[in-house]
């Protein structure tokens, strides 16, 4: 994986898992509010993550930052994109509310989503989000972002 840490090994997809579309979505908190980058809000994303691989809803690579969420996740059949974002956010917020005692608005309306055609592409775009947490000034290297992982296998597009 170009020597990028990942924080655990993700699972390997059945292969006609791939038929299904994969997206590079980001959403972002209202008024970029920085909350989100913490222990239990990547806990919380990472169990949500792992619960839907078996109702064909995959989180690949991801990178939480403190006031947004880039992700590459695959769709399948029967599945929308926009409920699967707004039940993460569901997710995220509970956690935010109960275990950080945060009570302001969470979320800006809508996200972010771009169906991705190539590898290229794929590779592209993660090289982007992967170095995000650099570019932003709150690491030296990326691979010492803590708010970043990969929980399954998606890349193949």
């Given at each position: 994986?170009?020597?990028?840490?990942?924080?655990?090994?993700?699972?390997?997809?059945?292969?006609?898992?791939?038929?299904?579309?994969?997206?590079?979505?980001?959403?972002?908190?209202?008024?970029?509010?920085?909350?989100?980058?913490?222990?239990?809000?990547?806990?919380?994303?990472?169990?949500?993550?792992?619960?839907?691989?078996?109702?064909?809803?995959?989180?690949?690579?991801?990178?939480?930052?403190?006031?947004?969420?880039?992700?590459?996740?695959?769709?399948?059949?029967?599945?929308?994109?926009?409920?699967?974002?707004?039940?993460?956010?569901?997710?995220?917020?509970?956690?935010?509310?109960?275990?950080?005692?945060?009570?302001?608005?969470?979320?800006?309306?809508?996200?972010?989503?771009?169906?991705?055609?190539?590898?290229?592409?794929?590779?592209?775009?993660?090289?982007?989000?992967?170095?995000?947490?650099?570019?932003?000034?709150?690491?030296?290297?990326s691979d010492n972002w803590p708010w970043q992982g990969?929980?399954?296998?998606?890349?193949?597009?």
């Amino acid at each position: 994986m170009d020597n990028q840490i990942i924080k655990h090994i993700p699972h390997r997809l059945d292969s006609v898992f791939y038929n299904y579309p994969l997206y590079f979505v980001t959403f972002n908190t209202w008024q970029r509010a920085e909350i989100l980058a913490n222990e239990a809000v990547f806990n919380a994303f990472v169990a949500y993550g792992e619960k839907n691989v078996s109702g064909g809803r995959a989180i690949g690579r991801f990178v939480i930052m403190p006031d947004h969420v880039h992700l590459f996740v695959r769709i399948g059949q029967n599945n929308k994109l926009s409920d699967f974002i707004r039940m993460l956010r569901q997710k995220i917020t509970k956690v935010l509310r109960d275990d950080i005692g945060y009570d302001g608005t969470v979320w800006q309306p809508g996200f972010f989503d771009h169906l991705l055609r190539s590898s290229e592409s794929y590779s592209e775009k993660w090289q982007y989000v992967y170095e995000n947490p650099v570019r932003k000034k709150l690491v030296q290297r990326s691979d010492n972002w803590p708010w970043q992982g990969e929980i399954v296998c998606v890349d193949r597009v």
